[in-house]
C-alpha cells in the first residue's frame, strides 16, 4: 500500500511492469490526538493519477482514529469528498488501529477501550456510507484486532470484505478475508525503503483483475472462495395460447401458465421457442 511520504511519479509504469497488479492509496488519516484533526495525503492524487495511467489496480484506504458512529460518519464524508470524482477497480479500505508511540498503543481510539460491538458498529457505519455512495467498502485490520476488539462474524454477515494484517508465513486466522497484508518489509521496483505488501483473492469471472504470482510466491495464505453474486430473475411472456417450450435434459427448469401468461422458474437455463398461434 502506498502513503503520504511517497511521491511516486513515474514509479507505476515500472511496478507494473515488474509484477505489481494493485495498489491501495492512502487518501488521508486522522490523529490520533484528542482532537481528531482530519489530515490529508498530499501524494494521493499524484499517486491514483500515475497507478492509472500505469494500468494498475487501485484502492484506496483511511487510517480511522474514530470512537463513536458520529465520528465516523464524518470521516466517510471526509474520504467521499476526497474520492468522489475518480474511479476505483478496488474498495476503499477503513483503517482501524490503535496508533503506536515508542512501542506502546497511545491515542484517542486506544483511550476510549470501545466494546467489540461500539467498535464493530463503527466499522458498519463508515461501510455504509461508502457503499451508499457506489463504492466497494472493506475494513482492515490486524489479526489480533479482529479477533480481540471487533465481531468480525457481524462483518462477514453484513458482506464486508476484509483486508487482514498478518505478518507471516501462513496466517491462523480464522475468519474469511479478500486481502492479505502479509508482510511490512516488502521490496518493489523503484520505491526505497521497505513497503507493506498484499495478496488480493478475487473471482478472475467477476473482476478484471488477477494476481499472477500468488501460486509461486513463498507467501501462502488461505484463499477464500469469492462469494457468488446474488441474482434474482423474473421472467414473464405474454402470449394468445399456451405455447411450446423445448426441455433441454441437461438444465432444470419449471412452468406454468396463468392467465394466458407463461411464468419461468430456472435453475440453469432453458431455450423457449416461438408460441404457436391457434
Same mark, same amino acid.
Given at each position: 500500500d502506498v502513503e503520504r511520504s511517497r511521491g511516486l511519479g513515474d514509479v507505476?509504469?515500472? *511496478?507494473?511492469?515488474?509484477? +505489481?497488479?494493485? $495498489?491501495?492509496?492512502r487518501v488521508g488519516c486522522?490523529?490520533? $490526538?484528542?482532537?481528531?484533526?482530519?489530515?490529508?495525503?498530499?501524494? &494521493? +492524487?499524484?499517486?491514483?493519477t500515475n497507478a492509472k495511467k500505469a494500468g494498475v489496480k487501485v484502492g484506496a484506504y483511511f487510517y480511522s482514529q474514530a470512537i463513536s458512529v458520529a465520528d465516523a460518519?464524518?470521516? $466517510? %464524508?471526509? +474520504?467521499?469528498? /476526497?474520492? @468522489?470524482?475518480?474511479?476505483?477497480?478496488?474498495?476503499?479500505?477503513?483503517?482501524?488501529?490503535y496508533a503506536e508511540k515508542n512501542g506502546s498503543f497511545v491515542g484517542r481510539l486506544y483511550n476510549a477501550h470501545l466494546s467489540k @460491538?461500539? *467498535?464493530?458498529?463503527? $466499522?458498519l457505519t463508515f461501510c455504509d456510507m461508502i457503499e451508499e455512495a457506489g463504492f466497494q467498502p472493506m475494513v482492515y485490520a490486524s489479526k489480533s484486532f479482529l479477533e480481540d476488539k471487533m465481531?468480525?462474524?457481524?462483518?462477514?454477515?453484513?458482506?464486508?470484505?476484509?483486508? /487482514?494484517?498478518?505478518?507471516?508465513?501462513n496466517t491462523g486466522y480464522k475468519g474469511d478475508y479478500s486481502m492479505w497484508q502479509y508482510t511490512s518489509k516488502g521490496k518493489v521496483a523503484g520505491i526505497p525503503g521497505k513497503?507493506?505488501? %498484499?495478496?488480493?483473492?478475487v473471482d478472475p469471472n467477476e473482476r %478484471?483483475?488477477?494476481?499472477?504470482?500468488?501460486? @509461486?510466491?513463498?507467501?501462502?495464505?488461505?484463499?477464500?472462495?469469492?462469494?457468488?453474486?446474488?441474482?434474482?430473475?423474473?421472467?414473464e411472456i405474454t402470449v394468445e395460447s399456451t405455447g411450446?417450450?423445448? %426441455?433441454?435434459?441437461?438444465?432444470?427448469?419449471?412452468? &406454468?401458465?396463468? *392467465?394466458?401468461?407463461?411464468?419461468? /422458474?430456472?435453475? @440453469?437455463l432453458i431455450h423457449i421457442s416461438e408460441p404457436t398461434r391457434p
Open positions: 507505476y509504469k515500472r *511496478q507494473a511492469s515488474s509484477g +505489481v497488479d494493485f $495498489a491501495m492509496i486522522r490523529g490520533y $490526538a484528542n482532537s481528531g484533526t482530519f489530515i490529508d495525503d498530499k501524494y &494521493f +492524487v499524484q499517486n491514483i460518519k464524518k470521516e $466517510a %464524508n471526509h +474520504v467521499l469528498n /476526497l474520492i @468522489s470524482k475518480y474511479e476505483f477497480d478496488l474498495p476503499i479500505a477503513y483503517d482501524i488501529e @460491538s461500539e *467498535q464493530t458498529k463503527i $466499522a465481531n468480525y462474524s457481524t462483518l462477514k454477515e453484513e458482506g464486508i470484505d476484509i483486508w /487482514l494484517a498478518h505478518y507471516v508465513s513497503v507493506d505488501c %498484499n495478496f488480493m483473492y %478484471n483483475f488477477t494476481v499472477s504470482d500468488v501460486d @509461486s510466491h513463498s507467501y501462502t495464505g488461505k484463499e477464500i472462495k469469492p462469494r457468488k453474486p446474488k441474482m434474482t430473475i423474473k421472467m411450446r417450450f423445448i %426441455n433441454l435434459s441437461n438444465f432444470m427448469f419449471f412452468v &406454468f401458465t396463468r *392467465q394466458k401468461r407463461i411464468f419461468v /422458474l430456472f435453475l @440453469s
